[in-house]
């Protein structure tokens, strides 16, 4: 069965890094496109970022452009954002996902305070 799951969140302080991890298994990963998607406390999803099946391509919402990175690595089935920077309105829960195909991690918890 399908098992996306996120790791590397915890507590930073804010201008601080992390780097999250989603390790994939039981679908072709290296034919999906895959996207970082969060949710602060008491407020809907927000799109973070994505990137191709080749990982050649990228996108970025605003808000976090310039400080974090999406990459991946087929050969280990592997997704990863590096987040650089953070500020506190980045607290929430991280998820990775292929949501054209309702693929969806667990979530890792980021939370950005002094």
């Known amino acids: 069965q399908v098992q996306l799951v996120e790791s590397g969140g915890g507590l930073v302080q804010p201008g601080g890094s992390l780097r999250l991890s989603c390790a994939a298994s039981?679908?072709?990963?290296?034919?999906?496109?895959m996207h970082w998607v969060r949710q602060a406390p008491g407020k809907g999803l927000e799109w973070v970022s994505a990137?191709?099946?080749?990982?050649?391509?990228?996108y970025y919402a605003d808000s976090v452009k310039g400080r974090f990175t999406i990459s991946r690595d087929n050969a280990k089935n592997t997704l990863y954002l590096q987040m650089n920077s953070l500020k506190p309105e980045g607290t929430a829960l991280y998820y990775c996902?292929?949501?054209?195909?309702?693929?969806w991690g667990q979530g890792t918890q980021v939370t950005v305070s002094s």
């Open positions: 990137i191709n099946s080749g990982g050649s391509i990228t």
């Open positions: 039981g679908f072709t990963f290296n034919t999906y496109w």
């Open positions: 996902a292929s949501p054209s195909s309702d693929y």
